[in-house]
């Protein structure tokens, strides 16, 4: 672990250098323009959750999931100086050739899984800035009035971790014996994060929920203080008569690739029904749980009646991508954190304008993919 963090520092490193080098010398400004040489391109950013200080919920949440308003609010006053910033609708319109090219490349802003700090934190912004977005929700917990399972599986290993009990003493079918050994090495090596992508990244949702239950048996079920709160339906109302779009995370978040076909329809199909229902009409468009899906995936989106799809693969857009693989920049607060962990506008900068993944310094993980291993 000394060793990761030693690369970790030294990659922060270079890349604060690097951004503060190419901001002076206007290098950023020349990015874009010889980027555009094609014509625009779309740029499409994900977010999550939007809270007033990130710094308090490493460690208790997911933290990589957090971006704080003050930082929220410089990514959207830079995008607004730069591009822009267009509803996903009409970003789709410009890729599929049904819109004229603008002058500028075009920002898309989305959020995923529907939690409740977007309403509080996000949506005041992005309103007195008269900017639309995009929020993805997953149906399934807003109806059950139940956590994410990323949440809810992140929390029970934080209470496996601090009560010291290992992961595979939990009585499971021994299909399960394996993935709970991964999640069990990532934690015996520090990795609480690698430990619970280690079963998000290899159960379908019925074996992954055995898990959860096998572990909150023993250690007890999470308390609220130690989940993210999401939005209910009324709030899912309101962003919805402020003007942002709703679209659909699946019905559980589950990692779509890893589920059978039958599943795999309901997980697209009530998302459209249950968003209908409440706001009259079914969403055009789907985010992928955990950025995951493959061929099937796809298709079974077409036919789901989804007019396009977003991945979490780190890459621009221009006219002519496939709509149902629309590339992804997912921020969080770490993108614009330099040397010792001061915010440095150079560096937020750099991620938003794509300065390092057109350096090679980046890369678009794809979404079509096998099992991870982050804990490695």
């Known amino acids: 672990m000394d060793l990761k963090r030693h690369f970790a520092g030294a990659a922060r490193a270079v890349k604060h250098g690097l951004a503060v080098l190419v901001a002076g010398s206007g290098g950023l400004h020349l990015l874009r323009s010889g980027q555009r040489v094609r014509g625009p391109r779309v740029h499409v950013f994900g977010y999550h959750r939007v809270v007033p200080d990130a710094a308090r919920y490493a460690g208790r949440t997911i933290g990589p999931l957090c971006v704080s308003t003050a930082t929220f609010a410089a990514h959207l006053d830079h995008l607004m100086r730069r591009y822009h910033v267009w509803s996903f609708d009409d970003a789709l319109d410009l890729l599929t050739g049904q819109r004229k090219a603008p002058d500028r490349d ?215 991508a496939d709509p149902y693989r629309v590339g992804r920049k997912v921020m969080c607060e770490d993108h614009g954190l330099g040397l010792g962990g001061r915010a440095v506008g150079a560096l937020t900068a750099a991620q938003l304008d794509g300065l390092f993944s057109t350096l090679g310094l980046a890369r678009a993980v794809p979404g079509d993919r096998g099992l991870d291993t982050p804990w490695r």
């Open 106 to 320: 075009v920002a898309v802003l989305t959020f995923d899984d529907g939690y409740a700090d977007v309403l509080e934190h996000a949506a005041p912004l992005l309103t007195a800035r008269r900017l639309p977005a995009t929020v993805y929700i997953t149906t399934g917990p807003i109806v059950g009035r139940s956590p994410l399972p990323h949440d809810r599986i992140y929390a029970l290993v934080l209470r496996a971790r601090a009560a010291r009990v290992r992961l595979l003493g939990s009585p499971v079918p021994d299909r399960l014996t394996w993935p709970l050994a991964r999640a069990d090495f990532a934690l015996q090596d520090g990795d609480a994060m690698g430990a619970a992508d280690a079963l998000l990244g290899a159960l379908p949702m019925t074996d992954l929920a055995l898990c959860a239950d096998a572990l909150a048996a023993r250690v007890g079920e999470p308390g609220p203080d130690e989940l993210a709160q999401l939005l209910d339906w009324d709030g899912v109302v309101r962003l919805h008569e402020m003007g942002i779009d709703i679209g659909a995370h699946g019905a559980s978040h589950t990692h779509l690739p890893l589920e059978d076909d039958e599943r795999l329809i309901e997980e697209l199909a009530a998302p459209r029904a249950d968003i209908a229902r409440r706001l009259g009409a079914p969403p055009t468009t789907l985010s992928y749980p955990a950025g995951r899906y493959d061929q099937r995936v796809v298709e079974a989106a077409r036919a789901a009646g989804y007019r396009a799809a977003v991945t979490t693969e780190d890459r621009r857009n221009r006219v002519g």
